[in-house]
């Protein structure tokens, strides 16, 4: 199942989001793009008195279903998680675009109207910003501009994410931890659900490869696999990655993020990608202050598995040797975003940076 890209419009409410969407989405499917919507609300009213679906969580029921042939009504349950919505009704479109999901990992473009900017744009003004990439600041009803950027954006994107899957290893015993990292949250949210939103996203398809995750709030087409040859660390991670890119014949490679990174984002995801080497057997970023790649935020190419099998097979299974002995590329990461590239391997570092992203988010 691949996951369309998807685009959120956030802002405050009354800023016009479901206005921007109405002139929006015609400019888009005008340039041949076939489009999905996807609106968060808190609840869902349907008109017409009690429906049976209201009887049945009445009488216990979470969730109750109401299923007809040309719809669905859910009540209880839950918050339904934003990639199954998109797995589940958006199959086969090249773009989603929702209304809402600020706290998702998925790009946005953020409506600014008055005291919620913060360098006083026009008043009634789409910001479209990503990260901190850049500032467009497009007025709100300008429809034939944000289509515009929306069609680059998608463009870059469908470029990146050519010949990848997404891979969050979990793997590892978390001994320096105390407990398993898998199952670490910020503000609510698991670290590895966020991860695993942000590749599939990216990447159309994501899978979580290593110990049996103990996040709770992971979405349901969520897809994990046990390593193939567990107790081989993460250069094992990686190999049973690869392997299971091979079963389906299309020769892709790994995208490979740990799942101790809480702080990695988009942009250094990004960053990532656009700095793959042709040619090369691996892409990893390394880090601006210490100098040293950092092997989880890394590409792995198909073409990269004898030689990771190899060097397994002979007990070398440490990553940097072998990204070394390969002859991997070695990108700098942005120096603003050195911070993403944090491992969190003990409490003390985990508090550090649980710490500074909660207060970022402030």
């Known amino acids: 199942m691949e996951i369309p890209p998807i685009l959120c419009i956030v802002g405050p409410s009354g800023s016009g989001k479901t206005h921007l969407l109405e002139r929006l989405i015609p400019e888009l499917t005008a340039r041949g793009l076939r489009l999905a919507a996807i609106k968060h609300a808190g609840h ?57 999901y600020r706290g998702s ?111 709770d709030d992971l979405p349901n087409c969520a897809k994990w696999h046990l390593d193939l040859a567990p107790g081989q660390g993460p250069l094992g991670g990686i190999a049973t990655g690869l392997r299971i890119a091979r079963a389906d014949g299309r020769k892709r490679g790994a995208c490979v993020v740990a799942c101790d990174m809480p702080a990695f984002g988009g942009e250094l995801l990004e960053s990532l990608l656009a700095a793959r080497g042709p040619g090369a057997p691996a892409t990893a970023l390394v880090h601006p202050g210490t100098g040293r790649a950092e092997p989880l935020a890394a590409i792995y190419e198909h073409a990269a598995l004898p030689s990771i099998e190899k060097a397994l097979a002979s007990s070398r299974r440490g990553v940097i040797r072998w990204l070394e002995s390969a002859g ?29 992203l909660e207060q970022g988010a402030g």
């Open 328 to 356: 991997a590329h070695l990108a700098a990461a942005p120096a603003h975003l050195a911070d993403q590239l944090a491992n969190a391997n003990t409490p003390e570092e985990w508090d550090a940076i649980r710490l500074r």
């Open 105 to 215: 990992a998925c790009d946005k473009i953020r409506i600014v109207v008055g005291d919620d900017a913060d360098d006083e744009p026009p008043m009634e003004s789409v910001r479209l910003r990503v990260g901190s990439r850049g500032k467009y600041d497009i007025h709100r009803d300008d429809a034939g501009a944000v289509a515009a950027w929306v069609s680059a954006w998608l463009h870059r994107r469908r470029t990146l994410r050519e010949g990848l899957v997404g891979v969050v290893l979990t793997g590892g015993r978390s001994r320096r931890m105390g407990t398993d990292k898998s199952g670490l949250k910020i503000g609510g949210r698991g670290v590895l659900a966020r991860l695993y939103e942000l590749l599939a996203d990216w990447l159309g398809e994501a899978w979580i490869v290593g110990r049996r995750p103990a996040c």
């Open 44 to 100: 869902v009213h349907v008109a017409g008195g009690v429906k049976d679906s209201d009887r049945l969580r009445q009488a216990g029921g979470d969730p109750a279903i109401a299923g007809a042939r040309d719809a669905c009504h859910v009540q209880g349950g839950g918050q339904t998680p934003l990639l199954d919505l998109v797995g589940t009704f958006c199959r086969g479109r090249d773009l989603v675009l929702t209304e809402g």
